[in-house]
């Protein structure tokens, strides 16, 4: 699975791996059937774990743009009334000031146990650099489609 | 005093409304989470939401739920002092508070709430994050308009409560304001509910706010202070005009409602923002009233009239008052705008000064007065603790170093009677380093004597003898007074301990005769205390029980039970000394009583250590276990490791007239690691005389691996092995020990768990299935809710085991 924008890509067995333990974070920090959540991430795999998270958990996604501006970021997570809201960006945690956001969880959070009990072959640090560490685990595009591609 | 009390929280003085599932989602993060900082800006409710939320899980906490408000704290470093005096941790060696905190909690399974953290968040993070590392059972539930970013910590935001809307009319907000309405006496606040919809709209929401806003109910309608207030709004004439809006809002509302105020309650309200907590009636009148403008005999009124205005908060239990952070901060401004902050700290200290100094007066160790009436004074004398913090700090910062000594000279004999020295140390170590040129100079000696005490508490003796010296030959050239007396003792303790002992003599004979000169009870009871040990070390016990019977009944003359219980726990040593075990015991028994009416909790540690080890050479193991299991759970308690070093040797002696050398040894060892590590030196003897039994009975190498497995082992667990029938703490609450049931999986998950094991995707487990990958996902997630796991391959791994494959049942 490869975003196009960005060339990030996850395998299915990634994705879901990933998505049940955030779930699993989710509902522990209090996440229940039929909540909002906000998810406010840029692009790429980590977005992707988020919204497969929100649903495993039994919320339902209110995504916001990572690029809007303050104003329009803070109307929006105000609208959404959620609160529990994943994101990493500083703007974004600026814009849930004075909303009904309890929790912001960012990514690495959501993998918070993972590390520790799941094989290696899973072990992902999704909150990393920018935009994304390219550990064995997640990969580009470019990975995908170059040498070990053509051995598969 | 020593009752196991799990919590400190105080009974609330209103209902509290709304909130219900935040509450409940607090009560179940607790479980995961070591630390919940509850954050938001003033007013909103973070307070009056971590209380609920501790008060739900008190049951949850074996070692209790602990309220240590910060807010009162002006300066770092005394959070762990807060902590401590909450915890009853014991500062045995001034500046190591932590030490004692850690050796409090190190086994506790225990949720500390530190309330208003926001103006000390680098140290609290630091004291935080400490005692998370050594601490394992130890969570905290946080309350700061920042939050302390140290990993671990999880920032939760206090949102306001729920406005109305039109599918929602009876919102938190709406139920708080008409609840708080009809307790101010409202009539009919109900009837228009556009207004209160609008009111608390125009509020944000904020409780504080609303609580303003209802307590004037009684003679302005919701519709009337909304408009008002939107007026408020627009003319916000203090504070930061760029603040975040809720912050606007109550600012205003706090103006609005400060506005109303008659002048007089007005004066009242800023002059009340210099306690520096709690504040009795007694205190306010003294301090807030002028004889001008404010009477003291109008505050009562003027008081009641700002907590019906909600901006002083009353505690019908205690009589006490106090106001919530946000309006001290709001009142300590307008002092400041009318010039009055200094005028105000200024006789704060004055005062505060002249109650202890009565106080000490009253409760003098060395009159004749009837008991209950001086340990009222000596209570008095604690609760104004926080004041004398907050006067001390402007005693340094306004340069009043005549005030500042005077009143730590009468705050130290309150100090020392519970065994708390360390705090004085650190307020006479900064007062004394002022300019002192305007101090009388007999103050100038009894603060330095008091330094002295403090400072061969924490084993500087040179700078204590100097400093003593000092001190005794300035107060020589003044009158009597019972601080000289102290000061004598003092430097006997010094000068003996420095191996002077000719000095220590003289200074025994000069307190001797001047405690005689003068009929100074408590210090003449002390020198026959200081003479009897100086017998008892040079083998007179003869000479030794003479002295102690002198003490006791100069004790009981002067009718003071802390000297009493001394003079006690010495005729029991001399007791032990000259082999009459029976008596020895029957004197610390008689001591205990006293000791725990006094909360020294350190003496009667020592005191119950000192009793299980003559039970126990009388073979009464039983009454010796069970005194030093509850000896050393009070060490646990107050931290003090002096007193665990009794324990362990008390230990030891238990264990030895049971027979079991193994444990003697062992107790032995960890009693001289513990010594060692605090810089103590012990008697030599017993354990040369134990190791030399042992060895010839266990054999050499034997001895030497138990006193290495001693030197090891934490001072606990040797305990354990000793008392073995002392109960083991119960396990945490919220361990997580996950009862896996296969019946608590549903018959489809048990065909997802099985298809798990074949290594299938979401998508491929919902193609044989059927169903969306999206019910897949949620099927998963409600299996590792259920099991406790954190991966799906915990779920192969965990089906796969108990041999289910897919297809199968």
């Known amino acids: 699975m490869v975003d196009s924008g960005t060339g990030l890509g996850i395998t299915q067995g990634?994705?879901?791996?990933l998505s049940a333990a955030a779930a699993v974070q989710l509902r522990r920090r209090g996440v229940r059937t039929g909540d909002t959540v906000l998810i406010c991430l840029p692009v790429g795999p980590g977005l992707l774990v988020a919204t497969d998270a929100v649903i495993a958990a039994g919320g339902t996604v209110w995504?916001?743009?990572?690029?809007?501006?303050?104003?329009?970021?803070?109307?929006?997570?105000l609208a959404s009334r959620a609160r529990v809201m994943i994101s990493d960006l500083p703007h974004a945690l600026d814009a849930a000031d004075e909303s009904r956001v309890r929790i912001v969880v960012s990514l690495?959070?959501?993998?918070?146990?993972?590390?520790?009990?799941?094989?290696?072959?899973f072990r992902a640090d999704l909150s990393g650099g920018e935009p994304y560490p390219l550990g064995g685990e997640i990969c580009t595009q470019s990975d995908r489609v170059g040498p070990r591609t053509r051995e598969d | 005093m020593t009752t196991h009390v799990q919590h400190n929280l105080p009974a609330e003085p209103n209902r509290f409304v709304g909130r219900a599932r935040d509450v409940a989602e607090l009560c179940a993060l607790l479980g995961q989470q070591r630390v919940i900082t509850l954050c938001g800006v003033g007013g909103i409710g973070k307070s009056r939401l971590s209380l609920q939320v501790a008060a739900e899980v008190v049951e949850r906490f074996a070692g209790g739920v602990w309220l240590v408000e910060l807010a009162r704290i002006g300066k770092a470093e005394l959070i762990a002092h807060r902590i401590a005096e909450v915890l009853g941790v014991r500062d045995e060696v001034p500046g190591r508070v932590l030490d004692g905190l850690r050796a409090r909690l190190r086994q506790a399974d225990a949720l500390l709430?530190?309330?208003n953290c926001e103006h000390l968040v680098d140290r609290c993070a630091r004291l935080v994050a400490a005692l998370m590392a050594d601490c394992p059972g130890v969570r905290f539930l946080l309350t700061s308009r920042e939050p302390l970013r140290i990993?671990?910590?999880l920032i939760w935001r206090v949102p306001p409560l729920e406005l109305p809307d039109e599918e929602h009319p009876h919102a938190e907000s709406v139920l708080l304001f008409v609840d708080r309405a009809l307790a101010a006496g409202a009539r009919a606040v109900t009837d228009d509910m556009d207004d209160i919809v609008r009111l608390c709209r125009a509020l944000d929401g904020l409780p504080l706010a609303l609580e303003l806003a209802a307590a004037r109910t009684s003679l302005l309608s919701p519709g009337r202070i909304a408009d008002r207030l939107k007026n408020r709004f627009q003319l916000l004439t203090t504070g930061d005009r760029t603040a975040p809006a809720r912050q606007r809002t109550l600012l205003a509302t706090v103006e609005w409602s400060h506005e109303l105020l008659r002048p007089k309650e007005r004066m009242l309200l800023r002059r009340l923002s210099v306690f520096a907590g709690h504040f009795d009636l007694d205190l306010a009148e003294q301090v807030c009233a002028d004889g001008g403008m404010v009477r003291a005999c109008e505050v009562l009124d003027l008081l009641n009239g700002l907590v019906d205005k909600s901006l002083v908060q009353r505690h019908d239990a205690s009589g006490r008052y106090h106001l919530l952070e946000t309006i001290k901060q709001y009142a300590v401004e307008r002092a400041r705008e009318v010039g009055e902050e200094a005028w105000l700290r200024d006789r704060h200290l004055r005062l505060i000064c002249e109650a202890q100094e009565r106080c000490f007066a009253a409760g003098s160790l060395a009159g004749r007065m009837p008991w209950p009436a001086r340990f009222a004074y000596f209570g008095r004398g604690r609760s104004l603790l926080d004041d004398c913090r907050a006067a001390v700090d402007w005693a340094m910062e306004s340069g009043d170093a005549p005030l500042g000594l005077r009143l730590c000279r009468a705050t130290v004999t309150i100090l020392a009677m519970r065994g708390d020295l360390a705090e004085a140390a650190d307020w006479l170590e900064r007062l004394l380093g002022l300019d002192l040129s305007q101090v009388p100079p007999d103050v100038v000696g009894v603060a330095k004597g008091g330094l002295a005490y403090a400072l061969e508490a924490?084993?500087?003796?040179?700078?204590?003898?100097?400093?003593?010296?000092?001190?005794?030959?300035?107060?020589?050239?003044?009158?009597?007074?019972?601080?000289l007396g102290v000061s004598y003792t003092v430097a006997v303790t010094v000068f003996l301990r420095t191996g002077q002992g000719d000095k220590a003599a003289r200074y025994l004979q000069e307190l001797d005769e001047a405690a005689t000169a003068h009929d100074d009870l408590f210090n003449l009871a002390t020198a026959r205390m200081a003479q009897l040990n100086l017998a008892l070390f040079q083998g007179q016990v003869r000479q030794a029980q003479r002295l102690g019977e002198e003490a006791l009944a100069l004790a009981e003359e002067s009718g003071h039970r802390w000297t009493i219980a001394r003079a006690l726990t010495h005729l029991g040593a001399v007791a032990e000394a000259r082999g009459d075990l029976e008596a020895a015991c029957a004197h610390h028994t008689a001591a205990l009583p006293l000791l725990r009416e006094l909360d020294n909790r350190a003496e009667l540690a020592r005191c119950l250590a000192k009793l299980g080890r003559v039970a126990a050479q009388l073979h009464d193991h039983a009454t010796a276990r069970e005194n030093v299991a509850a000896s050393l759970v009070l060490c646990r308690q107050t931290g003090q490791r002096r007193e665990m070093v009794r324990v362990l040797v008390a230990l030891s002696v238990l264990a030895q007239s049971e027979g079991d050398l193994d444990g003697a040894v062992l107790a032995a060892a960890a009693a001289s690691a513990l010594r060692e590590s605090i810089g103590q030196h012990g008697n030599r003897a017993r354990t040369h005389e134990l190791l030399t039994l042992a060895r010839a009975r266990l054999g050499e190498t034997r001895v030497a691996a138990l006193w290495a497995r001693g030197l090891e082992q934490h001072p606990d667990e040797v305990a354990r092995r000793i008392l073995d029938r002392e109960s083991r703490p119960p396990s945490p609450s919220f361990a997580p020990a996950p009862e896996v049931r296969c019946s608590a999986l549903t018959p489809r998950e048990w065909e997802i768990a099985g298809l798990l094991t074949r290594g299938l995707s979401n998508r491929a487990i919902a193609a044989e299935l059927v169903i969306s990958p999206a019910t897949v996902a949620r099927h998963v997630a409600n299996m590792m809710d259920k099991l406790g796991f954190a991966s799906r391959a915990q779920i192969a791994v965990w089906t796969a085991a108990r041999g289910f494959r897919p297809g199968g049942s």
Request: glycine share 4%; hydrophobic share 35%; no cysteine.
């Open chain 1, 14 to 17: 990634q994705l879901d791996e």
């Open chain 1, 63 to 77: 995504p916001v743009p990572a690029e809007l501006e303050a104003g329009s970021l803070r109307e929006h997570i």
């Open chain 1, 108 to 121: 690495p959070d959501l993998s918070a146990d993972l590390s520790a009990d799941v094989s290696a072959d």
């Open chain 2, 113 to 115: 709430v530190l309330d």
């Open chain 2, 151 to 153: 990993p671990g910590e």
């Open chain 2, 458 to 483: 924490r084993d500087e003796l040179a700078r204590a003898a100097e400093l003593i010296v000092e001190s005794i030959e300035e107060q020589r050239r003044h009158p009597y007074s019972h601080w």
